[in-house]
């Protein structure tokens, strides 16, 4: 009797899985294409009443009218020192917070632990209100450390909770062996421990970044009249008008946007998909 080959079971579950992710991939890509369809559409197949997902008659008008804004390149600028200063702040707290955490033995560390969980839990908009009384207070209104501190206090529980999962993944037995070897703690945590939670740092510094750079609630309650001190998102209220709206800068803007998200998870790809596993081996 011939039964059938394992392999043969298998393939239609296997080609139903690959469907299922294609059409997937296509639901969540559409918009981006038809964002940046909208961006390169001349305005009249943009007001036109049957949209059609192609176009025959590429524009540039609606890039040209981005760039030729005159705050564009500082609202740019802007973005850009909130994401880093966020990336960079957040990262190096959640990573001492991980260890310690993880590596010492404390009252309420427990404790600890469900309140950062806790506070991922509470919505933004519910705490928007008593964060632009708190900034008031601070003298922050109207500056770029409104928005970067935020974003470092929320980005930090999900950031710390992240990287505890990697430091426990880390062998004590290695610590030891590099205390008989005569490296002092601080020496194992920056030349040993850093490079092993690397892959972590850098996935949540992309969660830091995107949540920063899109940043439109913070932006928006916290920058109120020094529009010098605004970020890209508020660059699409430039295009946005109730009575008359500008969707083709809006959409080439937002393309613009989408750019440097991009450029900065091509340029950590690599130790993002990188696992702890084959650093501990190294």
Known sequence: MNLPRPDLLRRPWRTAAEASALLIAVVVAFPLYWMVLGAFRPASEIESTEPRPWTLAPSLDSFRRVFGQQDFGRYFVNSLLVACSVVIVSALI?????????RFRF?????LLIMFLV?????????????????????????????????IAFSLPFAIWM???FVKAVPETLEEAACIDGASRARFLWRILFPLVLPGLVATSVFSFISA??????????????????????????FYKPDEPDWGGV???????TIPVLVFFVLVQRRLVSGLGGAVKD
Do not use: C, Y
């Open 94 to 102: 959640a990573f001492l917070a991980a260890t310690a955490v993880t």
């Open 107 to 111: 009252r309420f560390r427990t404790t």
């Open 119 to 151: 506070a991922q839990m509470v919505p933004v908009e519910a705490l928007t209100i008593p964060l632009f009384f708190q900034m008031r207070d601070f003298g922050l209104l109207n500056t770029l450390g409104s928005l970067v501190l935020p974003h």
């Open 163 to 165: 990287l505890r999962g």
């Open 213 to 238: 750079w899109n940043d439109f609630l913070f932006a928006k309650s916290f920058i109120i009249s020094d529009t010098s001190q605004s970020t890209l998102p508020m660059a699409l209220l430039v």
């Open 251 to 257: 959409m080439a803007a937002s393309t613009v946007m």
